[in-house]
């Protein structure tokens, strides 16, 4: 039988041209951050908030290598520019359902890039006065930063490259790859 990851995703697999990030270096992370997570909020409930969609696979992981008592929740926003790179400018097309306020919130992202998007966020979330209010991202690419926001709890650092997989969509596509990869140029070339 094969082993290679990508056997199973043949279709989506002809796009790619390098897995980053294996499925099992992703397990292994993610379970060292729900333990990190776990120990951090002992005796406390805090609310886990993601933001759909690209934060689905990283939450439902995340929150299964958590073992305390927590909620869960999701906002949706949409950029004003299709964009591969957002600017930041997102409107709100979904709000919370749980009230936070004087509530423990941790605040789940897939990928921050300049930060614009997540400060944005965060900026929405500390208006409705939180107890605490701290960030998870899976993925970090600093390059291009341009607002400095404290990660408490961070995956992977990555190149200042375009991924997909692992929830992450290139024009909707690849979010179910259960690895991290690289597409080939062409694929942005000829719009697909
Ligand atoms: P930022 O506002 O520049 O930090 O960008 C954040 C948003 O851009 C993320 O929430 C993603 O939706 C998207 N994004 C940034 N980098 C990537 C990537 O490499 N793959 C897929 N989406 C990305
Ligand atoms: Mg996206």
Redesign the pocket.
Same mark, same amino acid.
């Given at each position: 039988m094969s082993t290679d990851p990508t056997d199973r995703y043949r279709r989506l697999a002809s796009d790619l041209s390098e897995i980053l990030i294996s499925t099992e270096q992703i397990e292994k992370r993610v379970i060292e951050l729900g333990n990190a997570i776990s120990q951090d909020y002992a005796g406390k409930t805090p609310i886990l908030v993601g @933001?759909l969609k690209?934060v689905l696979i990283f939450m439902a992981d995340l929150l299964r290598a958590i073992s305390i008592p927590l909620e869960v929740d999701f906002m949706a926003v949409t950029s004003y520019s299709s964009e591969t !790179?957002?600017r930041?400018v997102v409107r709100l097309i979904k709000d919370l359902e749980i009230p936070i306020s004087g509530r423990e919130v941790l605040f789940v992202? =897939? @990928? @921050? =890039? %300049?930060?614009? %998007? &997540?400060n944005y966020l965060l900026h929405t979330l500390r208006s409705q006065h939180p107890a605490s209010l701290e960030v998870c991202v899976l993925f970090n690419?600093s390059k291009?930063r341009l607002i400095d926001i404290p990660l408490k709890y961070k995956g992977f650092d990555l190149p200042d !490259?375009?991924?997909?997989g692992y929830g &992450? =969509?290139?024009r909707e596509h690849y979010r179910n790859l259960p690895f991290v990869a690289l597409l080939k140029p062409e694929i942005f070339q000829s719009g697909k």
């Open positions: @933001v690209g !790179r957002a930041g992202e =897939d @990928v @921050v =890039d %300049t930060g614009l %998007t &997540l690419k291009h !490259r375009f991924v997909v &992450l =969509d290139y």
